[in-house]
T-cell receptor, first 116, second 113 residues
Framework: AQKVTQAQTEISVVEKEDVTLDCVYE???????LFWYKQPPSGELVFLIR??????QNEISGRYSWNFQKSTSSFNFTITASQVVDSAVYFC?????????????FGSGTRLLVRP | AAGVIQSPRHLIKEKRETATLKCYPI?????VYWYQQGPGQDPQFLIS???????DKGSIPDRFSAQQFSDYHSELNMSSLELGDSALYFC????????????FGQGTRLTVV
């Protein structure tokens, strides 16, 4: 079965705290993509990162970093020094077929609230 | 830069009516994906098109149909609307051969009353 689990339904932090959003996935394929999207209150889906299954190198982009571990089927997302503008729902997603790479299976999302 | 355009942004329909949602992909993008996101839910894949042919199908009800036209825009037609069809409908586009990231439109919020 293909599945993405985001066990944290909602997280609340105070501004400037670091926060990690967990994502665990299940797939039978050896070739797949993993994604993170941000959905602010305005509703649009904002692409954050795509990682293919052959690349386990961690990535950092500004205050954002991602930790991909195939051994534990996890793709966790950390926001350093969180800001109020980071408040949103964050979705982790999986796609299994490289030539149809946007048939995405989403997790249920984690709502992040950053308080001033 | 041009983005994926969805129209209308908001739509209110009554039960049993029909609705047509439109998606204009980024120029030169040949692949379109449709997703449905119910209130408080994650987006669910409905259907995709590549070069005007249906390429994949997800949990799309039989009451819904879609197509991609010669100019690559796509339309999602929804008939006999039900209250449960109220959702945010996203379209995304990409260039299949380049396997680039897909860009999502801002979505159409459909409310069925």
């Amino acid at each position: 079965a293909q599945k993405v689990t985001q066990a944290q339904t909602e997280i609340s932090v105070v501004e400037k705290e670091d926060v990690t959003l967990d994502c665990v996935y299940e797939t039978r394929d050896t070739t797949y993509y993993l994604f993170w999207y941000k959905q602010p209150p305005s509703g649009e889906l904002v692409f954050l990162i795509r990682r293919n299954s052959f690349d386990e190198q961690n990535e950092i982009s500004g205050r954002y970093s991602w930790n991909f571990q195939k051994s534990t089927s996890s793709f966790n997302f950390t926001i350093t020094a969180s800001q109020v503008v980071d408040s949103a729902v964050y979705f982790c997603a999986l796609s299994e077929v490289l030539d149809s790479s946007y048939k995405l299976i989403f997790g249920s999302g984690t709502r992040l609230l950053v308080r001033p | 830069a041009a983005g994926v355009i969805q129209s209308p942004r908001h739509l209110i329909k009554e039960k049993r009516e029909t609705a047509t949602l439109k998606c204009y992909p980024i120029p030169r993008h040949d692949t379109v994906y449709w997703y449905q996101q119910g209130p408080g839910q994650d987006p669910q894949f409905l259907i995709s098109f590549y070069e005007k042919m249906q390429s994949d199908k997800g949990s799309i009800p039989d009451r819904f149909s879609a197509q991609q036209f010669s100019d690559y825009h796509s339309e999602l037609n929804m008939s006999s609307l039900e209250l449960g069809d109220s959702a945010l409908y996203f379209c995304a586009s990409t260039i299949r051969a380049l396997n680039t990231e897909a860009f999502f439109g801002q979505g159409t919020r459909l409310t069925v009353v």
